[in-house]
């Protein structure tokens, strides 16, 4: 028995946000993640989350053929899973 994973709601909002929101849209968005984060551990998430949310728009305005919407919502599914097991760490290797 085969069972499909499931899609983030959450990324089936930011899928939207990175499809209709141009690149200073998406950081405006992200300050106000940033700036209403409850605690320190949430800002640092939403902080690196945000970092690559960017990277991900930069590098889709590059690429010839946009991913589909339920392909952009399955990488989303990954990151936010990814961000929620580094505890808003950084992966090694990468950033300051």
Known sequence: MLIEPSVDPMAIQMAQL???SDLDELREVI???VATAATQQQRRIFQNFGARL???K???SRVPQQPTREELEALL???LRLAAQSDGKPP???GP
Do not use: D
Request: charged share 15%; proline share 0%.
């Open 31 to 33: 300050s106000r993640w």
């Open 77 to 79: 599914t990954m990151m």
């Open 58 to 60: 930069l590098e889709l």
């Open 18 to 20: 990175l499809s209709a």
């Open 92 to 94: 090694s290797g990468s």
């Open 54 to 56: 960017v990277e991900l």
